[in-house]
């Protein structure tokens, strides 16, 4: 650990505070807030990514954070407007990915992001946190490769919630929709 320099650890204090945004968010009843604060959440983890140095999961958590915005916009669309979204995230995120290419780990962020958009616009209740799950071990594998604390935490708060509501018998949303 002696050998990182002022970005390395930059990027780990950003990640920090991306992950507390995040966790904030998740703390939010208004879905709109929790958007928000996901999105706010995001400019964070890109630069937390820049940092690091980890090229393919700053491309695609930009993508994922204008993703989150737009989901914000048109957060009670129709099912054939979410679908077109999915379909338009996805083939962005695969072709971002291909073109921020590093190495073998760049597969993981591409994937993570896939499985989060399918879910977050199509899934709804246990097999939406499946895909979440999947997406999370995702973002583990990238971060353990980039020794990302940050990221690290928001898994590590992350997969026992998520695995949490999947064992529940009637799982509850994550967000509770104020009336």
Known sequence: MGNHNLGWWTGQIIGVIAFSITALGFFQKDEKKLKTLLTISGFFWMANFWFL?????????????????????????????????????????????????????????????????????????????????????????????FMNFGGLCANGLNIPLLIYHIMKKDPLTMVEKDS
């Open 53 to 145: 140095g980890a090229m393919t999961p700053f491309i695609i958590t930009l993508v994922n954070t204008i993703r989150q915005f737009i989901s914000r916009l048109y957060h009670n669309a129709n099912e054939e407007i979410r679908v077109k979204l999915t379909y338009l995230f996805v083939g962005i995120n695969i072709i971002m990915g291909f073109l921020s290419w590093q190495n073998w780990v760049s597969f993981f962020p591409t994937l993570a992001a896939t499985m989060a958009t399918i879910s977050l616009f199509i899934w709804d209740s246990k097999k939406m946190r499946s895909g979440l799950l999947t997406s999370e071990f995702c973002w583990t594998v990238n971060n353990l490769y």
